[in-house]
T-cell receptor, first 114, second 109 residues
Framework: IAGITQAPTSQILAAGRRMTLRCTQDMRHNAMYWYRQDLGLGLRLIHY???????GKGEVPDGYSVSRANTDDFPLTLASAVPSQTSVYFC?????????????FGPGTRLTVL | GQNIDQPTEMTATEGAIVQINCTYQ??????LFWYQQHAGEAPTFLSY??LDGLEEKGRFSSFLSRSKGYSYLLLKELQMKDSASYLCAVTDSNYQLIWGAGTKLIIKP
């Protein structure tokens, strides 16, 4: 059982380039989330999806977009990367959209924008 | 504003007990989570409290006082593998999950 997989593991990207971070889960969870984690700050929610076909904005959505075409996949796209988007990105999922449900995290993508 | 406070770093000795505190000021409260995160890895679920009191799970226990906006994670019989960051997160009245910055726990032999 893989749980949640993310790709790539790490990436160095030139500013202005477009980049898609991939996230796939095999737990048939309804809800999925994208977070960024920066040193000294808590996890910050970028976008979320309560169920396939729906998405919503989190705390820091600017510069990012997501789609949820099916239950398993939840890609995050940076349309034109900027250095402030250098961070570790975690994808997570939970059985339902009730926030009291435990969230399960992928291994993360370390992104550096130069 | 919403705020969760945890100590940045703590040091403890192998075999000892350590208590990691978390205080929160949020718009409402619908539960508090503790997660463990080893360096370079993903956070993993440890505990969930929604009612006042102590929840015990093996070597780990979590306490909640809603009236004081306070929780702690108690780790007993510390092992070297417990060296990690411990994240406190609170669900507010809008069911938004608010995360603390985490406490880095260093275990010394």
């Amino acid at each position: 059982i893989a749980g949640i997989t993310q790709a790539p593991t790490s990436q160095i990207l030139a500013a202005g380039r477009r980049m898609t971070l991939r996230c796939t889960q095999d737990m048939r969870h309804n809800a999925m989330y994208w977070y960024r984690q920066d040193l000294g700050l808590g996890l910050r929610l970028i976008h979320y999806s309560n169920t396939a076909g729906t998405t919503g904005k989190g705390e820091v959505p600017d510069g990012y977009s997501v789609s949820r075409a099916n239950t398993d996949d939840f890609p995050l796209t940076l349309a034109s990367a900027v250095p402030s988007q250098t961070s570790v990105y975690f994808c997570a999922s939970s059985d339902s959209s009730v926030v009291t449900d435990t969230q399960y995290f992928g291994p993360g993508t370390r992104l550096t924008v130069l | 504003g919403q705020n969760i406070d945890q100590p940045t770093e703590m040091t403890a000795t192998e075999g000892a007990i350590v208590q990691i505190n978390c205080t929160y000021q949020t718009s409402g409260f619908n539960g508090l989570f503790w997660y463990q995160q080893h360096a370079g890895e993903a956070p993993t679920f440890l505990s969930y409290n929604v009612l006042d009191g102590l929840e015990e799970k093996g070597r780990f226990s979590s306490f909640l006082s809603r009236s004081k906006g306070y929780s702690y994670l108690l780790l007993k019989e510390l092992q070297m593998k417990d060296s990690a960051s411990y994240l406190c997160a609170v669900t507010d009245s809008n069911y938004q999950l608010i995360w603390g910055a985490g406490t880095k726990l260093i275990i010394k032999p």
